[in-house]
């Protein structure tokens, strides 16, 4: 029996999630599991930022990371900077600590709106959206989780290997910004 069955089967039959932390990493690290079988990182939830730019003649680019092969889902695709809740933070101050420690950069942002997925009533995944008035050049040297970092717009995003749960968010998530601009 691998590892996780044992805590797959436990949320199966009590139909509660089961929360498993990790004995290394912040308060948030670690799995849970939920009755419908599916796992996710995070137990508090997870956030990501999903980063834009927009030039003096109108230029709209989005700063995408490619993931790492060491991560739990998703290898080598693109998506965006971000991972677990730790315990009381919320999901915009949880992607911007993302952000800086996979990116390590600091950034000065205006929040734009957010978008959440739900897995169970318990536990969700929040992109927050965000502006920057400077677009800052993509650091050469990456935290393990990613393997590449840039800036890309609409089209380019449409032409790249995603994450499967970044692409199903993105019509939200290009909504969110649409609707702003009005």
């Known amino acids: 029996m691998e590892w996780h069955q044992q805590f797959a089967s436990q949320a199966a039959a009590t139909g509660q999630p089961v929360h498993v932390p990790v004995p290394w990493?912040?308060?948030?690290?670690?799995?849970?599991?939920?009755?419908?079988?599916?796992?996710?990182?995070?137990?508090?939830?997870?956030?990501?930022?999903?980063?834009?730019?927009?030039d003096a003649d109108g230029h709209e680019t989005f700063f995408l990371a490619q993931r790492g092969d060491n991560v739990e889902g998703g290898r080598s695709q693109w998506a965006f900077p971000g991972g677990?809740?730790?315990?009381?933070?919320?999901p915009v101050q949880g992607a911007l600590r993302e952000f800086r420690e996979e990116i390590e950069i600091d950034i000065e942002v205006?929040?734009?709106?957010?978008?959440?997925e739900h897995v169970h009533e318990s536990w969700s995944y929040t992109t927050v959206v965000v502006q920057v008035t400077e677009q800052f050049s993509p650091p050469?040297?990456?935290?393990?989780?990613?393997?590449?970092?840039?800036?890309?717009?609409?089209?380019?995003?449409?032409?790249?290997e995603t994450y499967e749960a970044f692409s199903n968010?993105?019509?939200?998530?290009?909504a969110i910004i649409d609707d702003s601009a009005r």
Do not use: C, K, M
């Not at 677990?84 to 919320?90: N, Q, R, S, V």
């Open 25 to 54: 990493g912040a308060s948030g690290d670690g799995f849970v599991f939920f009755p419908d079988g599916q796992r996710r990182w995070g137990l508090h939830g997870a956030s990501g930022v999903l980063i834009r730019h927009v």
């Open 84 to 90: 677990a809740l730790e315990a009381g933070e919320t």
């Open 110 to 116: 205006e929040v734009l709106g957010h978008h959440a």
């Open 140 to 160: 050469d040297d990456l935290h393990w989780e990613n393997q590449a970092s840039g800036w890309f717009t609409r089209q380019e995003i449409a032409e790249l």
């Open 169 to 174: 968010a993105l019509a939200s998530l290009f």
